[in-house]
């Protein structure tokens, strides 16, 4: 079979919105995909604002942005199908949203993005709100890549996204194991903004700085890193590991970026060192918008030599899109009905078909 999709996805770090047209075949059981047409679109800083502090406005307010967002996915969409020609060529769209409220151990997540508003505006298909049953289920609705890491990255041995969050699909008897590790890009593009930067541009600030001792130790006893899988991370809990002893102090900004890279780096590293790979050698596959960070990717290479891990970064269109391409497979086996969600990553009580779907 042979799906055509576009797949949505916005993550912590507010670069912006996502949009990959992927052309999916499935034959006995074996699933292939080409990227086809991919964008990203920026937010506008009344976007970003709005989306960042989405989750401390009222209600009644909260409930309109959640349909406006919808409604804005849905023109971006359309916009999309019109740039690349791609009228009556799109089976459905598959859209993560963006994720403003996440506490699994209250059995709640929210994603903010009306899939019925998307639906109606695209006059396409929606399959939306890709976490609530996993954590209604018990599991931490995160990660939900790693069924994409199965199907159609299954070659490698370790699989990082680095995006605000940095997360981490391994292997254990055959079967994907993830997690969260840590926070990332949003630190780092915090730590940017106050030399007015949106980004620190392959890490050049933070390789031009010193390592504080002091403050990578800190930075490492973190209870949430003595935690065993299955685990996630908030974009308020990885705040609140990382922000007081960095964002909220005084030290030199290129010995912050330095020591938040390496900071990340050891994480990375301790995260590969549970799960040893048996091999002679391994291969890790590096994607997210941290990959683009070439000082980041060399420390990670660095923490990973003892333990005969390659770092592999593949070409731009997979590190800047494979989530919105996982998002567009994650649609289309809930299109299919078959599981998305793996409890074997979440740690919830059965795996799972979620999402939501609006016929538009």
């Not at 075949?25 to 976007?47: D, F, K, M, N, T």
């Not at 709005?50 to 349909?67: E, Y």
């Not at 504080?212 to 003595?226: I, R």
């Not at 997979?318 to 990553?345: C, D, F, H, P």
Request: glycine letters at 10%; a negative charge; hydrophobic letters at 45%.
């Amino acid at each position: 079979m042979v799906y055509k999709v576009i797949g949505l996805m916005s993550g912590s770090s507010l670069d912006g919105l996502d949009i990959a047209y992927v052309q999916f075949e499935e034959v006995r059981g074996a699933w292939s995909y080409q990227l086809l047409h991919a964008a990203c679109v920026p937010y506008s800083i009344e976007w970003e604002l709005k989306l960042k502090h989405a989750a401390t406005i009222p209600v009644g307010d909260f409930l309109k942005l959640h349909t406006s967002y919808g409604r804005y996915l849905g023109e971006q969409v359309k916009a999309f199908i019109a740039t690349n020609n791609l009228e009556h060529k799109v089976h459905f769209i598959a859209s993560h949203g963006h994720t403003v409220f996440h506490e699994p151990q209250h059995k709640t997540t929210f994603q903010l993005g009306d899939g019925a508003s998307l639906a109606a505006v695209a006059e396409l298909p929606v399959i939306s709100d890709l976490r609530s049953l996993d954590v209604a289920l018990g599991g931490q609705g995160a990660p939900i890549v790693p069924i994409g890491d199965k199907l159609l990255f299954g070659n490698y041995d370790y699989l990082l996204n680095i995006g605000g969050i940095a997360n981490i699909t391994v292997w254990q008897n055959g079967e994907p194991v993830a997690f969260d590790i840590c926070a990332a890009n949003q630190v780092l593009n915090g730590l940017a903004e106050r030399d007015g930067k949106k980004m620190d541009e392959n890490g050049a600030i933070a390789a031009s700085g010193a390592l504080l001792v002091g403050v990578l130790e800190e930075l490492n006893k973190a209870a949430y890193y003595a935690k065993n899988a299955p685990k996630s991370l908030s974009n308020e809990e990885a705040r609140q590991i990382v922000f007081p002893l960095l964002l909220e102090s005084d030290y030199a900004l290129a010995d912050m970026l330095h020591t938040a890279t390496v900071h990340i780096a050891q994480q990375i590293s301790a995260a590969v060192a549970k799960y040893p790979h048996g091999k002679e050698t391994a291969s890790m596959l590096v994607t997210g918008g941290g990959a683009f960070n070439s000082f980041l990717v060399d420390q990670i290479q660095k923490e990973l030599t003892a333990s005969n891990v390659t770092v592999a970064v593949p070409d731009a269109g997979v590190i800047q899109y494979k989530e919105a391409i996982v998002m567009a497979l994650i649609g289309t086996l809930r299109w299919r009905e078959e599981a998305n969600v793996l409890s074997s990553v979440t740690g919830a009580s059965r795996d799972s078909v979620g999402g939501a779907m609006w016929l538009g």
